[in-house]
């Protein structure tokens, strides 16, 4: 599997972004597929994530409310939609994809990564 990340840019505080991460290849039960961040200093963290099969979704606390995650299944594509951005937002954004029935929050049941889209928001 391949992941394609876009849509990444500086935004002022209030603002909104929304990032996409195009997959190629197979899908397989239980794939689902997520977004962390990676702010300087700091360890890659979980944002959201989106189970394929029946479009369940789960948010990170910090996020909640704010951030949205869908997805296109004709287009192997999934979305997030950040809005109300903070500067503590600020980060680079990875996609990943998993293919086991494991926890979706925990970064080591991703099997693949695309490369990152950074987001910056400025106070």
């Known amino acids: 599997v391949q992941l394609q990340a876009s849509g990444g840019g500086l935004v002022q505080t209030g603002g909104s972004l929304r990032l996409s991460c195009a997959a190629s290849g197979r899908t397989f039960p239980g794939f689902g597929m997520g977004w962390f961040r990676q702010a300087p200093g700091k360890d890659r963290e979980f944002v959201a994530a989106i189970r394929w099969s029946g479009g369940s979704t789960t948010d990170a606390d910090s996020v909640e409310g704010r951030f949205t995650i869908s997805k296109d299944s004709a287009k192997n594509t999934v979305y997030l939609q950040m809005n109300s951005l903070k500067p503590e937002d600020t980060a680079v954004y990875y996609c990943?994809?998993?293919?086991?029935?494991?926890?979706?929050?925990?970064?080591?049941?991703?099997?693949?990564w695309g490369q990152g889209t950074q987001v910056t928001v400025s106070s």
């Open positions: 990943a994809a998993k293919v086991g029935l494991g926890s979706y929050v925990q970064r080591s049941e991703y099997n693949f």
